[in-house]
C-alpha cells in the first residue's frame, strides 16, 4: 500500500483531485469578479509587505471602526496556484461585521520549498500582530482561517512556538476555522501533486500538524463539505481528536451539499463563517 489502503497513484488522486469536473476557468472567473467588485466597495489597502520577497504581500480590508479585530485568511491552491487577489471576496462579510481582514499571499512550490511556504505563513502573523496598531487593528484580537492548503497552513501556525522563535505572545490567535484543510501529508508524495511540492521524508514529518504538538491555546473549528472525497472528512476528524488529545477546545461539522469549493460561499455576509469568526472575538 502508498497510503493507508490506497495502493496506486490513480486511487489517491482521485479523493485527492477536488477539482474533477469542475469547470477551473469560470470558477477562477467567478472569484476574481466577486473580488474586484469587493474591492470597489471597501476601502483596502494592496500589497503590503510583510516579508522581503516579492511574494510576501497581503491586502487588507479595513473595517469602518477603529481598534476592531483583525482576521487573517490564507487562501488555497494546494501549495502551488493562486494568490490572495483571487479570495478578497470572503473579507466582505467579515468586514460588514466591523472585522479588518488581511488576505494573505506566499509564494508557491516549486518556485519555494515547501517549508518556505509555511515560514512565510508564520512571518505574516507575526508581521500582522506587530504592526496590527499601526493599521488600525487590535493586535489581541486576531483570529485566522484558511481554505484547504490555507487550512493546512492555519493548523501549522497552532503548532508555532511563537514565545521561542517570534518573542511574541503565545496566545497571539485568538480563534482558528480551517476549512477543508490537509492535515497529513504522506499521501501527497504519491500523488499527482508531487512533481511541484517535492516533498521530502523530512518534510511530511515537520510540517503534517496531525504528528505535531498544538502549541497555542486557541478554539479551533474544523470544517468540511458533505460532497468533498471521504478523505477530506477522515483528515477532519482525525485532526479533530489529535487536538482533543492535547487539551484543545476543538469542535468540527461536515456541512452538507458544499463541495470543495462552494464551501466558500459562508464567507459571504451573515454566513456560518463569518458568525464563527466573529464569535471567536466576542468570546
Known amino acids: 500500500m502508498l497510503y493507508r489502503d490506497f495502493a496506486t497513484q490513480e486511487e489517491i488522486d482521485r479523493e485527492y483531485d477536488p477539482m474533477r469536473g469542475r469547470d477551473s476557468a469560470a470558477l477562477l472567473a467567478d472569484w476574481r469578479s466577486r473580488s474586484e467588485r469587493v474591492c470597489e466597495t471597501t476601502r483596502v489597502s494592496a500589497d503590503i509587505a510583510f516579508g522581503p520577497t516579492r511574494a510576501e504581500r497581503l491586502d487588507l480590508y ?4 477603529e481598534n476592531a479585530p483583525l482576521h487573517v485568511f490564507f487562501h488555497g491552491g494546494y501549495w502551488r496556484s493562486l494568490g490572495h487577489r483571487e479570495f478578497g471576496f ?16 506566499y509564494a508557491l512550490c516549486p518556485t519555494v520549498t515547501f517549508g518556505e511556504v509555511v515560514r512565510q505563513s508564520r512571518a505574516a502573523v507575526a508581521w500582522l500582530h506587530r504592526h496590527a496598531a499601526s493599521l488600525g487593528a487590535d493586535p489581541m484580537r486576531m483570529s485566522v482561517s484558511g481554505h484547504s492548503a ?10 508555532t512556538d511563537w514565545q521561542g522563535c517570534y518573542d511574541l505572545p ?3 490567535i485568538g480563534g482558528t476555522l480551517c476549512v477543508s484543510g490537509l492535515f497529513d501529508l504522506r499521501p501527497f508524495p504519491w500523488s499527482w501533486l508531487q512533481p511541484k511540492l517535492q516533498l521530502t521524508g523530512r518534510d511530511i514529518s515537520d510540517y503534517s500538524p496531525l504528528f505535531l504538538d498544538c502549541r497555542v ?29 492535547h487539551g484543545v477546545e476543538v469542535s468540527h461539522e461536515l456541512s ?14 451573515n454566513g456560518r463563517f463569518v458568525e464563527r469568526l466573529a464569535a471567536f472575538h466576542d468570546a
Do not use: W
Not at 150 to 159: E, I, N, R, S, V
Not at 222 to 245: D, I, P
Not at 263 to 268: R, T
Open 62 to 65: 479595513h473595517a469602518d471602526t
Open 90 to 105: 470572503v473579507a466582505e462579510g467579515l468586514v460588514r461585521a466591523g472585522i479588518n481582514v488581511a488576505v494573505v499571499n
Open 150 to 159: 490555507g487550512g493546512h497552513l492555519c493548523a501549522m501556525l497552532l503548532a
Open 170 to 172: 503565545h496566545d497571539l
Open 217 to 245: 491555546p486557541s478554539p479551533v473549528h474544523l470544517v468540511a463539505g458533505g460532497k468533498e472525497s471521504g478523505e477530506f472528512a477522515r483528515q477532519m476528524l482525525a485532526h479533530a481528536e489529535h487536538l482533543e488529545a
Open 256 to 269: 452538507p451539499g458544499d463541495d470543495h469549493f462552494s464551501i466558500l460561499d459562508h464567507y459571504a455576509p
